[in-house]
């Protein structure tokens, strides 16, 4: 089978095709059939080496297909069943992929694989921080930092359909015409606007309740000066680069604020929480709440290149590769 995998780390051109035996899943597994891959932040850092992992390694935590075939065990699926994942093991950077029978949810009727492969973990992200991390609540101000990108758009949608007043950055004009499309109230450009200022004018001086930021080193100052009293830094990527360490002085200088630093993977730990993740986001996809909008689509054996556009900010919504 064709599969993409990291020799070591580094940059996108670490990146290698190679043909690797179909495996055979173990007790308690199941083999999937990839229909599409979702390309995420978290496969660049593993790459680089940001977040280790053992090298060689084939990449990729996300994907959808159908059952193939399952192992000694198994209870949750059958062969035939359509199914997606988020949150590994890696290794979703290849035709087939075992994965443990827990991490592994039903596609619904009326979810495509292609949609589903493109929302698990960059919607699953943003259920658990809109409702779990800091529950957003009917007319909260919420700023959401990279709004045109896959968990910012989705993000802009939920938020604006739990009843936030939501503010977007984005980094150029197009995407900002994107994030307004998505119901951002307020729509910022970062590169050309001071943010926090924007904030304190849009808000009145009051500030926002929470700022989702998933961009890191460069949006972190911003992020913590647009915040109003007792309100939540949720740093949740490093798209930047790692948010910076501060003191905890610099907090309560600031209102007494709250800074988080979450996973996707400590908020669906067990597979009940999974499957409410993926409940809860399923529900909001079907019901036209959120679209999952596919920006951009490339051939498996072309990772390389989709790493590339990815990590130079190239990429509108969502990305994936096709087997």
Request: proline share 6%; charged share 20%.
């Given at each position: 089978?064709?599969?993409?995998?990291?020799?070591?780390?580094?940059?996108?051109?670490?990146?290698?095709?190679?043909?690797?035996?179909?495996?055979?899943?173990?007790?308690?597994?199941?083999?999937?059939?990839?229909?599409?891959?979702?390309?995420?932040?978290?496969?660049?850092y593993?790459?680089?080496?940001?977040?280790?992992?053992?090298?060689?390694?084939?990449?990729?935590?996300?994907?959808?297909?159908?059952?193939?075939?399952?192992?000694?065990?198994?209870?949750?699926?059958?062969?035939?069943?359509?199914?997606?994942?988020?949150?590994?093991?890696?290794?979703a950077y290849?035709?087939?992929?075992?994965?443990?029978?827990?991490?592994?949810?039903?596609?619904?009727?009326?979810?495509?694989?292609?949609?589903?492969?493109?929302?698990?973990?960059?919607?699953?992200?943003?259920?658990?921080?809109?409702?779990?991390?800091?529950?957003?609540?009917?007319?909260?101000?919420?700023?959401?930092?990279?709004?045109?990108?896959?968990v910012?758009?989705?993000?802009?949608?939920?938020?604006?359909?739990?009843?936030?007043?939501?503010?977007?950055?984005?980094?150029?004009?197009?995407?900002?015409?994107?994030?307004?499309a998505?119901?951002?109230?307020?729509?910022?450009?970062?590169?050309?606007?001071?943010v926090?200022?924007?904030?304190?004018?849009?808000?009145?001086?009051?500030g926002?309740?929470?700022?989702?930021?998933?961009?890191?080193?460069?949006?972190?100052?911003?992020?913590?000066?647009?915040?109003g009293?007792?309100?939540?830094?949720?740093?949740?990527?490093?798209?930047?680069?790692?948010?910076?360490?501060?003191?905890?002085?610099?907090?309560?200088?600031?209102?007494?604020?709250?800074?988080?630093?979450?996973?996707?993977?400590?908020?669906?730990?067990?597979?009940?929480?999974?499957?409410?993740?993926?409940?809860a986001?399923?529900?909001?996809?079907?019901?036209?709440?959120?679209?999952?909008?596919?920006?951009?689509?490339?051939?498996?054996?072309?990772?390389?290149?989709?790493?590339?556009?990815?990590?130079?900010?190239?990429?509108?919504?969502?990305?994936?590769?096709?087997?």
């Open positions: 089978m064709l599969a993409i995998q990291a020799t070591r780390t580094g940059g996108p051109e670490v990146l290698e095709a190679v043909d690797l035996p179909v495996p055979t899943p173990d007790a308690g597994q199941i083999l999937i059939r990839h229909e599409a891959i979702g390309l995420n932040f978290i496969d660049t593993q790459r680089s080496g940001l977040y280790p992992v053992p090298m060689p390694c084939v990449l990729g935590l996300e994907g959808a297909g159908v059952v193939e075939a399952i192992g000694e065990g198994v209870t949750r699926f059958a062969a035939g069943d359509r199914v997606a994942y988020a949150n590994g093991p890696p290794g290849a035709e087939y992929h075992c994965v443990p029978e827990g991490r592994v949810v039903r596609i619904p009727e009326g979810v495509d694989s292609q949609t589903a492969a493109a929302a698990m973990l960059k919607g699953m992200t943003a259920e658990f921080l809109l409702r779990r991390c800091y529950p957003v609540k009917q007319g909260d101000a919420v700023l959401i930092h990279a709004a045109a990108g896959g910012g758009s989705i993000l802009t949608q939920w938020a604006k359909a739990l009843g936030a007043t939501v503010i977007a950055t984005v980094g150029s004009a197009d995407k900002a015409g994107l994030a307004r998505n119901g951002a109230n307020e729509v910022i450009l970062y590169r050309d606007e001071d926090a200022a924007r904030v304190t004018a849009i808000t009145g001086g009051g926002v309740r929470v700022v989702y930021d998933g961009v890191g080193a460069a949006t972190f100052e911003a992020s913590l000066n647009s915040l009293r007792r309100g939540m830094l949720v740093s949740y990527g490093n798209a930047s680069g790692p948010a910076p360490a501060i003191a905890p002085l610099r907090l309560s200088r600031g209102g007494s604020l709250f800074l988080t630093r979450p996973t996707l993977f400590d908020y669906v730990a067990t597979t009940q929480e999974l499957d409410e993740s993926a409940g986001l399923f529900e909001v996809i079907r019901s036209g709440a959120v679209k999952i909008a596919i920006g951009q689509t490339f051939p498996l054996a072309r990772a390389r290149q989709a790493h590339e556009a990815l990590e130079a900010r190239e990429t509108t919504g969502s990305t994936l590769l096709i087997p």
